[in-house]
């Protein structure tokens, strides 16, 4: 923590421990619910497409956030203001990605004209075909920031709840300074004593609603910052609360490559190996395990005959998992293969991203070319084709099964470096293709 942050405190008591999912409704005992502007024209990062409809992980940024609040059960709606224009796009993308909370409102020509559209929506009852009832509290999230987590929500709702605002900060990275009419320096800010405002924010609902409705014009066209209208107009000082450094807004284009690469990196965390009974594909599927877990956080192994539907391969893991690696044995064709991939279509897991199915083959070298094995496995070519279309991304690896424990440990390290370099990039690119190690 930088000095001078205690003298960023506010009047308000302690926030209250954290808490989730109903237990955390139950606490709050206030009905909650949220806008995302999502009404700009992204001019910064430039393009034809607003930045909230470039695709991340082939999905809509705009989607990654509205699902961020989705996942969080005590926030009744989220209100999604954008242009008109954008309407039948936003239209389509709830209906694709399932999103079953969200009313759309029509933005104005500034973000605060937007989200002053989006509360009259709760305050006038008069979204788009929608009915909606006031919320106690109502948190404000830009809709490109799209990492944002429930912890972070349930603080800035309780602190709204006790003192009326409250808002997340970050550390600055850089020091502000003034400059004068002529290009110099004039000033430069003690950077320890100040902080950059970043989002999610919660308000009382009428507090900021009231706020909003008595602001200028002038407030309107050029500020960026509702906790100032809260407390301008409403005279209430917001509580500040540290956010994680991923609170940041997707702002240039350089920031579409950092999310994608911290989706990737969250969406390696947690790794299910499945394999058969016998003897070799169990002691190759065991090495994985151990080589994997010492660069994955979370990896489970799981018998194909348990791998019936989705549960069963969802049951172990604390959150979802997208990636799955199926070890068959060295007679086997796609028998299993297929088998995990027609388990992963009937459900929806890859509407949200990509699922990773790497297909690992064994080969006893002594009585089989490698080129007679990628030919009888070329069929892989036809399966990730086919699995692609429900956003299955299938991968295939060779792998020389020894009975020498110290030279098949060494190819499955080989292997693990292949399996979590597909797992980490995703590429659409190198589906159907046969790797080997
Ligand atoms: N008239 C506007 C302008 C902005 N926003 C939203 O406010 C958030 C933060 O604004 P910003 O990053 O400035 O987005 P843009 O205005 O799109 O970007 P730029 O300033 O580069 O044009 C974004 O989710 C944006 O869509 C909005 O709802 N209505
Ligand atoms: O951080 C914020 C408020 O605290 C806003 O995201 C920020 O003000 C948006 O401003 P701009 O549209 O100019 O990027």
Same mark, same amino acid.
């Given at each position: 923590m930088q000095a001078g942050s205690e003298q960023l405190g506010s009047p308000c008591e302690q926030l209250a421990p954290l808490l989730h999912g109903a237990e955390a409704a139950n606490r709050l005992g206030i009905s909650v619910a949220a806008v995302l502007p999502a009404g700009g024209s992204g001019e910064r990062m430039g393009?034809?497409?607003p930045k909230q409809f470039c695709n991340i992980l082939e999905r809509p940024l705009i989607s990654h956030t509205v699902q961020a609040f989705e #996942? !969080?059960? =005590?926030? #009744?709606d989220i209100v999604v203001v954008v242009t008109e224009d954008n309407l039948d796009l936003m239209k389509s993308i709830i209906q694709q990605y399932g999103h079953s909370r969200v009313t759309l409102v029509e933005g104005g020509a500034t973000r605060h004209r937007s989200i002053f559209n989006g509360l009259r929506a709760f305050a006038e009852n008069k979204p788009l075909g929608f009915q909606l009832s006031k919320p106690e509290v109502v948190i404000i999230h830009d809709a490109v920031r799209p990492f944002v987590d429930e912890d972070i929500l349930f603080k800035v709702t309780t602190s709204a709840k006790e003192c009326g605002a409250s808002g997340a900060i970050r550390p600055l990275v850089s020091t502000v300074i003034a400059s004068t009419p002529d290009g110099c320096l004039d000033h430069s800010l003690e950077r320890a004593r100040h902080r950059a405002s970043e989002m999610p924010q919660a308000f009382a609902f009428d507090i900021i609603y009231q706020a909003y409705l008595q602001c200028s014009d002038y407030d309107l066209d050029y500020g960026t910052e509702c906790l100032h209208l809260a407390q301008k107009y409403c005279n209430k000082k917001a509580k500040l609360i540290e956010g994680s450094p991923? &609170? =940041?807004? !997707? $702002?240039?284009? #350089?920031d579409l490559y950092a999310t994608e690469s911290i989706i990737k990196d969250n969406l390696l965390q947690q790794v299910c190996i499945i394999t058969d009974m016998k003897e070799d594909t169990v002691q190759v599927g065991f090495l994985l395990h151990e080589i994997l877990k010492t660069q994955v956080k979370q990896v489970k192994g799981i018998s194909s005959s348990l791998c019936k539907n989705v549960h069963h391969l969802q049951n172990m893991f604390t959150e979802q998992c997208f990636n799955f690696i199926g070890i068959n044995d060295k007679d086997s064709n796609f028998f299993g293969t297929q088998h995990i991939v027609d388990v992963l279509k *009937? $459900? *929806? &897991?890859?509407?949200l991203y990509p699922v990773v199915l790497v297909s690992v083959h064994l080969i006893v070298s002594e009585n089989m070319s490698y080129s007679s094995r990628v030919e009888e496995l070329s069929g892989i070519r036809e399966l990730a084709k086919e699995a692609k279309k429900k956003n299955i991304l299938v991968y295939g690896l060779l792998m020389d099964y020894t009975k020498d424990n110290l030279r098949l440990r060494e190819t499955v390290t080989q292997g693990t470096t292949v399996i979590t370099a597909l797992i980490k990039d995703r590429s659409p690119g190198l589906i159907g293709q046969m790797l080997v190690v």
């Open positions: 393009g034809g497409t #996942r !969080v059960t =005590w926030i #009744r991923d &609170l =940041w807004k !997707v $702002t240039y284009k #350089r *009937s $459900t *929806s &897991l890859a509407v």
